[in-house]
């Protein structure tokens, strides 16, 4: 890794840590190697995003704009390398842990809260 490559990293992971403490979240670093379930219409707003346990390949998040769909092709698998270069914005939202969601919009809009429904899902 990089210089450069390892100050990202740092960067994202303070600002993951400032806003797990913000929405009381214990800090909950993600794994690289696994896969993130992404939506195909990242352009749309609002963002969405959502933390199920990890499971498989995938590291249990999952992130949509628009509306959500129950289509099975809804979310394809996507690295976390490449979703940071789509939307490098939600970055500091990977920290929060399983169970918690986010809402963002281009506009600043943020909320960020825990379902405790997601922890449940099997």
Same mark, same amino acid.
């Given at each position: 890794?990089?210089?450069q490559e390892i100050?990202?990293?740092?960067? &994202?992971? !303070?600002?993951? *840590? ?6 009381? #979240?214990?800090?909950? @670093?993600?794994?690289?190697?696994? =896969? ?15 933390? &199920?346990? !990890?499971?498989? *390949? ?6 949509? #704009?628009?509306?959500? @769909?129950?289509?099975?092709?809804? =979310? ?47």
């Amino acid at each position: 890794m990089e210089n450069q490559e390892i100050g990202e990293l740092k960067k &994202h992971i !303070k600002l993951q *840590k400032l806003i797990c403490k913000k929405y009381n #979240s214990d800090f909950t @670093s993600i794994d690289e190697k696994l =896969f993130i379930g992404v939506s195909s219409n990242l352009e749309l707003e609002p963002l969405n995003g959502l933390r &199920h346990p !990890k499971h498989g *390949k995938m590291n249990g998040w999952y992130i949509w #704009s628009g509306e959500w @769909s129950d289509e099975d092709d809804f =979310f394809i698998p996507l690295c976390l390398e490449h979703l940071i270069e789509l939307k490098p914005k939600i970055a500091k939202y990977l920290g929060l842990d399983v169970g918690f969601r986010f809402l963002t919009d281009k506009k600043g809009y943020e909320d960020v809260w825990f379902d405790q429904n997601i922890t449940e899902l099997r």
